[in-house]
């Protein structure tokens, strides 16, 4: 098992598949990133397979394929279906564009459910964030994934100021739709220039919601990272992630694998461990593995100390989202 220092069991892996992505959110990928990971230095389809195996065997239990963009890998479908024969379950990250051409790919690998992201039901407004044209595109793959019986999360970063006017909107797709809209609280990372004017908060969100909607609380599970509610008689429900405001380390599972290889033991550690390279080598990664996660700091990688957990993003050592897989 992999046990960490405050004794927490990780069993959850995100694997990023790309630093490199066809959409370029603001929040997300910097303006000026043009130094994506060279082909030759990203993990390989066999690598990434060998080295989640051995993750698996060391007590590993889900993992989520992620980005940048997963799905713009040449080799994304050889890497799924490879993953698949894992006892493991297996889950992805996307923002929906090429999800098409992936379905009976999903069906075969036993995916059942994803996280697409869409961050406005405007297309002008998600041609601002995402210097894309794809609103049409991400919509229509997300209503073909429900068609498809497909467990369908829809993760919106809230940003005061560009789309918190449409969180009301988000709910109210889940009246017609079995839809789970995840609220993510905006987050600093290198290079997405944060600001905590920015930030809509959890209870800004529910306080908005609470004037429109009756909504019942539902019950978390131990590591959830949300908090769950659904408005009555709606066929899908909503959820807050509050990563700034209310942290919820203490039930944290997960680890992660940058696409160059390289584990990172929380989404805001300093530290990472470059597995590709021992992996390389032909050395054993499993010490390396288990120092990082004893290396794992209680809360948001150690950075985020005053109370508020607002602070300076330029004093915070990290990569920027994209870079690190979400
Ligand atoms: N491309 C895929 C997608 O967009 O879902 C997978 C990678 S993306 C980095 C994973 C998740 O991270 C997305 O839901 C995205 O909204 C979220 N994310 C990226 N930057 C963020 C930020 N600064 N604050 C909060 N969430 C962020
Ligand atoms: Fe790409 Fe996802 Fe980042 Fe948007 S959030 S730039 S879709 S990786």
Not at 134 to 158: D, G, R, T
Request: hydrophobic share 40%.
């Amino acid at each position: 098992m992999l046990i960490d220092g405050f004794q927490r069991v990780h069993d959850y892996l995100r694997i990023s598949l790309t630093d490199n992505c066809n959409l370029r959110c603001n929040y997300c990928m910097p303006a000026d990133k043009n130094d994506f990971t060279a082909p030759a230095n990203l993990m390989q389809a066999h690598e990434i397979f060998q080295i989640a195996e051995i993750f698996s065997q060391l007590g590993i239990r889900k993992i989520r394929l992620t980005g940048g963009e997963p799905l713009i890998r040449k080799d994304a479908a050889e890497i799924i279906e490879r993953l698949s024969s894992l006892p493991v379950e297996l889950t992805l990250s996307s923002n929906g564009i090429l999800a098409d051409r992936f379905i009976s790919c999903f069906k075969q690998a036993g995916i059942k459910s994803l996280n697409i992201s869409l961050d406005s039901l405007h297309a002008d407004k998600f041609a601002r964030i995402t210097h894309r044209d794809y609103f049409a595109k991400v919509f229509s793959n997300i209503q073909l994934l429900l068609k498809e019986n497909f467990h369908v999360k829809v993760n919106m970063v809230v940003m005061k100021g560009v789309n918190d006017d449409e969180i009301t909107e988000f709910v109210n797709l889940t009246r017609e739709y079995p839809l789970h809209i995840r609220f993510i609280e905006f987050m600093p990372f290198t290079g997405n220039k944060w600001n905590s004017d920015q930030l809509f908060s959890h209870e800004e969100i529910l306080n908005r919601l609470s004037s429109t909607f009756d909504y019942i609380k539902l019950k978390d599970g131990k590591h959830d990272t949300t908090r769950k509610f659904k408005v009555i008689g709606y066929e899908g429900t909503f959820a807050l992630i509050s990563t700034i405001t209310e942290p919820f380390c203490s039930g944290c599972n997960r680890l992660r694998l940058t696409a160059d290889g390289k584990m990172k033991n929380c989404l805001f550690s300093k530290g990472e461990t470059n597995l590709l390279a021992a992996f390389r080598k032909g050395d054993d990664i499993i010490p390396l593995i288990k120092e990082n996660i004893i290396a794992k700091k209680a809360e948001r990688g150690g950075q985020f100390i005053e109370p508020d957990g607002i602070r300076d993003p330029a004093s915070i050592v990290n990569r920027s989202m994209v870079a690190i897989g979400g």
